[in-house]
């Protein structure tokens, strides 16, 4: 429970009305009551009257009726204040009787791993890491300090992950890479023998999978964030603070330059490069071995820039009138034809 | 074990052969076997003559060799009369020793959970539900009655679920949504405190995923149906009795309307209003902040009216034609222009 | 550890240089050290002098300083090389104490299962084969000699798996297949009573999901290769040595004939036959009911022969110079008017 005053004074803004009221959550502008905190971004200021919250976070305007607290991003005021307000909470520290931790395993003494995680051989969980229940953390494999593993996340042997990184349920990491050579008759597996390399503030979406090098390692960098049920595949190396949306999948080897947004659904071939601050809108298809350069948006299937895109779609949707300009040129040249014949 | 003519007066159908035949199990119509019950829809009556099945339902046509009951809908007919025929076997009621259920969960003394599913603080498993190992139901979560959460399931705190819902293996309901706003230099998470609602006879496929909303609630209404694979963004709302093709993506605070179909592999951006009933086939995308009619099949990305790809497919297809076209209606006007200036 | 000489005779190679090193593993071109084997393909050659490596699988060349071996296919000579000096590691065998097995289950007393890992009824896991913590196994199912079953994996009742196949982690065979019949106002199940049979030498990726059939089967053949966050509908059959990129989906009864290559995010419509060989480019798209022939690289949505698709994508581009030459032919053709009628 925090008063407004100390909320203005934590996220740096000016408070305009009750600094003594207390806070004790965070709710949405529609649907936060008393107590609560919410924000407001400029095209829902109208929204603003009707909102039950003690307390909104705004860019700008005077409210007289309201407290306020004036900030230059509500959003990322808001985002910092709530997990100031109610940090996510987490089991206690300590290894759950019915989980399993090899012998020459490290978990540290302030770290939580629930029931039936294992925990194997040579592997090591950090100072307050939390292992939920039902996960697999491999042979060797390295979590650092402050992660948080959600239910039954399988991570192979041989990965290593950061500080402060969210894994959710189902991810799975280390899986191995998909490499075969036909020898005529049917598919030789290629040993895939490299590791994964996660960074520290990093979050991996539901069901997610990285897959382990073949040789070398596959890496994803400080705080890269992945959503839910993409693919990353072996070798690939995803620079910091890129941000890659649903369901994406990134073929083997390709390399995703830092501080590059990544839409949903895009499919990138193997071996591209996609340069620092690269921009790939929801749905594109990047084919194997193109560079993308950062700055520009690129969309569409082969993507290109997003401008070249929707002037070819003009183009392509002007086709049924060009077609009838063309038919009528074509009368005309024939009555010129004609009137010369006569 | 039915007789065929329980099994005509249990589908409302009009039986025309043995009625005194055993039916014991359902099969195809190319391998079914005596004592099994097939179907046989029109376009594949030629088949029905070689069928090994005792009894087939049929919507039409004069079979004096074979046992038939004839319905208006043979696959519904079929649907129904399998599920009497053979029910889903279920585990016996009860806790296995190795799951754990804490002090404060309430399982109902009907309900069946499975050996390592853990049952957190303040959850309740309703009346004749099957939670089966090796699931997870986080704090203050609830499943209705007559549910059943097939093994490795997760679902994180705070989630509801209705009754009758089918849950299957590697579902995760509630992960973090993903919500991030840069400050310049990083993307700080936005706290994702709302909550997942689901609701009655829905099912959710093997691996898909349902975030939980940033504030209030992300809710898949009443019947709903998702295919394995999908993705389902933070605060979208699903209307009843919609259903989504595998692999499909919804993104965040999307509304899709009650009894839309929507295929496989369709991305759906942000902010998106899918009317009632609307169609969109495999494949397509919606840009975010659109809006879908119903009644009406959409494909494509930027999704259209099927009638209007279509169209513009063909303008696309006749190109080579229009540029030879062209070509040639230049080379005609040359001519004249060289006739005029002889 | 193996000597160079030794590696030479396996691969059936040529041996140039020191035939008596000793090699202990294998490494990248780029990054192996001594006494570790790599390979370069013919497009990677330059870097050969650059490697630490202490011999080097290559096609072609003269390297008096460097000790190599000459075979026909590096990679292909690496991938069995890399296997043979490194197999993986594989856990003792026996039951462990936290594993569940029914009584009239079936385990071969070489197999080894892992802790939380269920082996239902009637289920039968065969010699050698490794099941990982955490498994479900289903009543019924069968698992064959040499298979490998990593954590979290579910498979279903009734599912048959060949033998020396590997199922990675969090995958799902046999869940229920995507069935409902609209009955006017809401989706009526179909039972999904048939089976799921996985073929020998098969390998499927991480979170990749397989469907039970309505009836009979859904099959895939010996040797096919399966990537991650695939999706295989129900009564689908995948022929032979066919390989699929990750996050493909193949919906309800589509064959793919024997050697297909399917790229990655390729999405198939029911009832589709793609037929021996055919080759299936990244991001395509296959409408319900079509065929695909083999030996022609399908490309797009709706996908077509690639070399189609490259000539309708250069006619596309063509358009704005198109328009342009429209418009200055239909200014001669005015000008001839212009001319014709003074």
């Known amino acids: 429970m925090k008063t407004v005053r ?26 936060a009551g008393p107590g609560e905190l919410t924000y407001a971004e ?14 909104v976070l705004v860019a700008e305007g005077e409210y007289p009726d309201r407290t306020v607290i004036l900030v230059d991003n509500p959003r990322l005021a808001f985002a910092r204040a ?14 759950h009787p019915e ?31 939390v292992v939920y229940p039902g996960c697999y953390v491999g042979a060797g494999s390295r979590i650092g300090d402050d992660c948080v593993v959600f239910p039954r ?18 991810v799975v990491l280390g899986a191995d890479g998909f490499g075969f050579v036909p020898d005529g008759s049917r598919h030789v597996k290629v040993p895939q023998s490299g590791s994964v390399e996660i960074g520290s503030d990093v979050e991996i979406g539901a069901n997610s999978c990285v897959d382990r090098a073949a040789l070398d390692a596959t890496s994803v960098g400080d705080g890269v ?16 603070h890129a941000i890659i949306s649903a369901q994406t999948g990134v073929a083997g080897s390709t390399q995703i330059g830092g501080g590059s947004t990544i839409g949903g659904q895009v499919g990138i071939g193997d071996h591209c490069r996609i ?29 290109r820039p997003l401008s070249d895109v929707k002037l ?31």
Request: proline share 5%.
């Open 6 to 31: 100390e909320i203005a004074e934590f996220v740096g803004g000016t408070l305009k009305g009750d600094a003594d009221q207390h806070i004790h959550g965070v709710g949405s502008l529609d649907h």
């Open 42 to 55: 400029s095209t829902y200021l109208d929204r603003l009257a009707a909102t039950g919250a003690s307390c």
């Open 82 to 95: 709530a997990q100031w307000l109610a940090p996510a909470p987490s089991p206690a520290a300590g290894i």
């Open 99 to 129: 989980a399993l931790v090899q012998r020459d395993a490290v978990v540290a003494p302030d770290a939580a791993v629930g029931a039936w995680t294992l925990i194997e051989h040579g592997a090591h969980v950090g100072r307050r890491t």
């Open 153 to 170: 996340a399988v991570i192979y042997p041989g990965v290593t992950v950061g500080d402060r990184t969210v894994i959710h349920a189902g």
């Open 225 to 240: 964030k992945i959503d839910n049920l993409c693919q990353v595949g072996h070798n690939v190396r995803i620079g910091a």
């Open 275 to 303: 340069e620092e601050g690269a921009i790939i809108g929801s749905g594109g298809g990047i084919p194997s071995r193109k560079r993308i350069p950062g700055g520009v948006v690129y969309w569409g299937t082969p993507a």
């Open 312 to 342: 070819q779609q003009a183009h392509v949707a002007r086709l049924p009138k060009m077609a009838e300009e063309l038919k009528q040129l074509r009368a005309e040249v024939q009555a010129l034809k004609d009137r010369l014949s006569d």
